[in-house]
Every structure is written in C-alpha cells, then in structure tokens.
C-alpha cells in the first residue's frame, strides 16, 4: 500500500486521518495476465492504481480489431474514464496485460471520498487534467504524425512499452499494422 500512498500523498495534502479514511476504500486485487477487467455488470464502476503489472485501455472496432488507448503501469491510475463518469457502459475496455497487483476502488466510493475528504476534489482534479493532456496528445499524434514518428516519439517519452509488451499491443496503440510496426523498427 505504500506505492499508494505515496502516490496520494505526491498530489494532495491529506492528514493521516483524512488519508486513512481515502485508503478504507481501497482494496487490494490479483489480477492475472489477459484478466479483462470490465465485463458484464461491473463495467463502469471501477478505478485501478497499479502497483506491480500493467493495464491496458481499449476499443474494438466492427471488424473485431483493438486499438489501445492508454497503458498504465506501475504508479499509475487507469479507468475507462468515460464509463466512469457517466456511470453507464461505453464501447471501451480493460485488460492486465500482465500478471498484475492492483488497488481498487469503486466509482460509488471514488465520488464518496469528493464529499468527505475536501483535498480529494483537488486529487481527482489532477487526474481529470492527466488524463485530458494524455488523450489530446495521444489524438495529436495520431493525427499529424507518420508512425515512424509516432514509434520514435514512444521509444522517447515511454520505452517500456516497446520492452515489456507484445508487438501486437505496441502496434495497437501506434495505430498500424504488426507488418508496419516491424518495417519501423527494422530501419
């Protein structure tokens, strides 16, 4: 739990008080390698921080092809954000891409800690802007960028996605083939 904590305490200013009653609603999971995490009931209503393993959000198009839309490893946050806000399911996915410890708290609990704990306003404020610099980038480049571009600007800003997971994730989250993916890498 201290990876939490930490996590927590690097954004906000909490007591230990306030910072007990935010981690009673956490609890601890297993999750096992390919686990896909929102399915049936449950879809919306959960956040994961991650600290062993890695997650992955996703779509899937008619054709029944994934493209991935964010990766969240160790220290980080990942929720398909949207679901998690409107409280209703979307078209987005979640899967442990690894053999994965997690810290999960539900939606129901998430917007609880808003009304008891004032700094966790400022917490989840944070994230939101996290996660709308992330989106609008990752847009960005899809948008603008080559995928030989693309690659060069991942294996800059976030190598461990290229050294921990599969070319066929790596190339679902560039937008491209597996054949594109191994001509860029190839050069």
């Known amino acids: 739990m201290k990876q939490l904590i930490d996590y927590i305490q690097e954004r ?19 999750l096992k390698k390919g686990e896909q995490l929102n399915t049936g009931v449950n879809q919306t209503q959960k956040m994961y921080f991650v600290c062993k393993g ?5 779509y899937i198009n008619e054709a029944g092809q994934d493209t991935t839309r964010f990766f969240a490893f ?3 946050f990942a929720t398909t954000l949207v679901s998690f806000i409107q409280g209703q399911s ?8 690894e053999a994965s410890d997690v810290y999960v708290i ?10 008891l704990v004032p700094q966790w306003e400022k917490f989840y404020r944070k994230y939101l802007e996290f996660a709308y610099i992330n989106n609008t980038s990752r847009f960005f480049a899809l948008v603008t960028m080559d995928a030989t571009t693309r690659y060069q600007q ?12 599969p070319n066929k994730i790596v190339a679902s989250y560039l937008g491209v083939s597996q054949e594109t993916l191994s001509r860029i890498k190839a050069k």
Do not use: G
């Open 12 to 30: 906000i200013d909490v007591t230990d008080e306030e910072l007990d009653v935010i981690l009673s609603f956490f609890t601890y999971e297993k």
């Open 54 to 58: 890695c997650l992955r959000i996703f």
């Open 74 to 76: 160790e220290n980080q």
């Open 90 to 97: 979307e078209e987005e996915y979640m899967q442990a891409l």
């Open 106 to 115: 539900s939606h129901t609990h998430f917007y609880e800690l808003l009304d």
């Open 154 to 165: 991942l294996l800059a800003q976030n190598p461990k996605i290229v050294q921990r997971l």
